[in-house]
């Protein structure tokens, strides 16, 4: 009588004839999958071994998944929520990305992409040390490059402020939030600048 393949699926086996088990002195045909030695993680699933019925069943009951892993690290693996602690690229509120470009603010769409590129690389201020990611999100907002020294910062607020304040703009308040930005972003700056 035939193997009925969903069966031998559902119960784990992968049965071409080719493989032979793993197992030393084995002659049988390796049709379950086992963990191999390199074990899954940032350079892809891993490698499997394969063993017949009987040697599948004695590296199960003698497998340790906690084998190498600190204290610290098996009662964090054993926690209820283990895996859940990060978000995914794909499934965090901002995909990966520190911020969209604004389009209305460059006349060429490329010069919108590379001053993405430009922010998230680390530069460093004037006294040496690297600017962090709120800092250069701040002079992203104020256009400024990241050897701007003190006198500038002020200039280019003032400029800010006065090209998106209110009371220049006729009344006009729908350039508050980015005028909210503006402020924002030097007082975050005047600190360290």
């Known amino acids: 009588m035939a193997a009925n393949p969903k069966n031998d ?3 784990g086996r992968v049965g071409n004839g080719e493989r032979r088990c793993a197992a030393v002195g084995c002659a049988g045909a390796g049709e379950f999958r086992a963990p191999g030695e390199q074990r899954p993680g940032f350079d892809g699933p891993g ?6 019925l009987d040697h599948v069943r004695e590296f199960n009951a003698a497998y340790d ?8 690290e098996i009662l964090a693996a054993q926690h209820p929520t283990a ?6 690229r794909a499934f965090s509120p901002t995909a990966g ?38 800092e250069r999100r701040s002079l992203e907002v ?22 998106y304040h209110p009371d220049r703009n006729g009344g006009d308040r729908s350039f508050e939030a980015r005028l909210q930005q503006v402020v924002e972003a030097y007082q975050a700056l005047r600190k360290v600048l």
């Open 9 to 11: 699926r559902f119960h």
């Open 47 to 52: 490698d499997y071994r394969w063993f017949c």
């Open 65 to 72: 998944w906690f084998a190498g892993m600190s204290p610290e």
């Open 83 to 88: 895996g859940w602690a990060s978000e995914s």
């Open 97 to 134: 990305i520190d911020f969209a470009p604004r389009w209305a603010d460059f006349a060429d769409p490329l010069e919108a992409i590379s001053s993405r590129a430009r922010a998230s690389a680390p530069r460093a201020r004037a006294d040496g040390k690297l600017l962090t990611a709120d």
């Open 142 to 163: 104020l256009g400024l490059g990241h050897e701007a020294d003190r006198g500038e910062l002020r200039r280019r607020y003032s400029a800010l402020v006065r090209k």
